[in-house]
Every structure is written in structure tokens, then in C-alpha cells.
């Protein structure tokens, strides 16, 4: 009896699970940070400062997941950064910005979801970043020298949170903040061990669900 018991409840958990999942798309407008580590260092002799000049963007969003019931679900997302972000760096006295610099990644995490009312959820996601960058161009400012800044690519594990209000069946809105973590090397500025740029991004998306 007891066999049968559990054998009708995990049919039952199966059957439960099926008719609730569902699978969505959705797309939105990023508003992207990066956070570019300082330096204020001395390499050869010759003093060397740096920081952020731009660090602000605005980028776009492209995801699609599936709910495999009402609290847990997975989901893959595409994110662009922007492509205007910039640094100032001065060695020996000797300006040089770095202009046109740009991100983007691939992320997949595994989400949990915990609705407050028929209409109204919130949500917490855990997983895993491809992130990649472009450093843009270094231009001297005494010379005019430009130079190509080199780009990377960097996997590094992310999170983020957020709120789901549905509107109708099939659609909703949905505003999330993320952390993915670092998209350069460990020594962006290339004195040794001067530390990464780091991304995070606002986003306000739309969300279908079939």
C-alpha cells in the first residue's frame, strides 16, 4: 500500500509539474556599470594614475527560459553593455585616454521564483557568465598616438534579483538587477596585478510566456 502511495504521488508531482510548465522569451533595455579599479602606482620609475572616465551605458537584453514549476526554473540570456565606455590613465605626466571601449555576455542560471500574489512575484538567479570585451582605443594626449587596447574574454559566476508583474496571460513586465562579475583580466591596466573591470547592469524587459 505504502509503494503504491508514493508511486501515485510522484505521478501525480509529474502530472502537477507538466501541466504548469511553461517556457517564455522576453527583451529589454539595459542600463550598464562598469566598475573600473583605480591605480595610483609607480612602474619603472615613472609615476602612473588611472580611473574611470565613462563608466555608464545603456545596452539591451535578449533572454529565454523555462519554468519547470511556479518557484524553479532555468534560463539563458544574452546581455549587450554598451560601447561607450572610456578610462583616463597619466604616465609621467603624460595624458592618455582610452576611448570606445565595449561588453557584452552570455549567461545561464538556474532561477527561483516566489510569488507574493496572482500577479506579482519575486525572483532570485544563480549561474554562470561568458563575458567578453573590446578595450577600444588609446589615444596619447601630447602625440595623438592611437593604439588598439586588446580585448578578453572571461567566464566568472553571476547573480542577480528581481520582480515579475503579469499583466495578462501571456505577458508581463519584469525589472532585475545583475552582477557578472568581471570582464577583463586581473590586470586591466597592465602594471602587474591592478584588477578588473567588473560589469553589473540595471534592466527593465518585457516577458512572454507560452
Not at 518557484?71 to 582610452?98: C, H, K
Request: no cysteine; glycine share 16%; proline share 2%.
Amino acid at each position: 500500500m505504502k509503494i503504491k502511495i508514493i508511486v501515485a504521488s510522484i505521478a501525480l508531482l509529474g502530472v502537477t509539474s507538466s501541466a504548469f510548465a511553461q517556457g517564455y522569451l522576453g527583451a529589454g533595455v539595459a542600463g550598464a556599470h562598469m566598475t573600473v579599479p583605480g591605480l595610483n602606482t609607480t612602474v619603472s620609475g615613472f609615476a602612473v594614475t588611472g580611473s574611470g572616465d565613462k563608466t555608464n551605458d545603456t545596452g539591451f537584453k535578449l533572454f529565454g527560459g523555462y519554468n519547470f514549476t511556479p518557484n524553479w526554473g532555468v534560463e539563458l540570456a544574452y546581455i549587450d553593455f554598451g560601447n561607450s565606455y572610456s578610462m583616463q590613465t597619466n604616465i609621467a605626466g603624460t595624458p592618455v585616454g582610452i576611448s570606445g571601449a565595449k561588453a557584452s555576455g552570455w549567461n545561464l542560471a538556474g532561477v527561483g521564483t516566489l510569488p507574493l500574489s496572482k500577479e506579482f512575484s519575486i525572483f532570485g538567479k544563480l549561474g554562470w557568465a561568458w563575458n567578453h570585451s573590446d578595450g577600444g582605443t588609446a589615444i596619447d594626449g601630447v602625440t595623438g598616438t592611437r593604439v588598439t587596447v586588446g580585448t578578453y574574454s572571461r567566464s566568472y559566476g553571476m547573480a542577480g534579483v528581481g520582480a515579475n508583474f503579469i499583466f495578462t496571460k501571456n505577458w508581463a513586465a519584469r525589472l532585475e538587477y545583475e552582477d557578472f562579475g568581471r570582464v577583463t583580466s586581473d590586470d586591466v591596466w597592465g602594471t602587474g596585478s591592478s584588477g578588473a573591470v567588473k560589469a553589473t547592469a540595471w534592466s527593465l524587459s518585457a516577458k512572454y510566456s507560452f
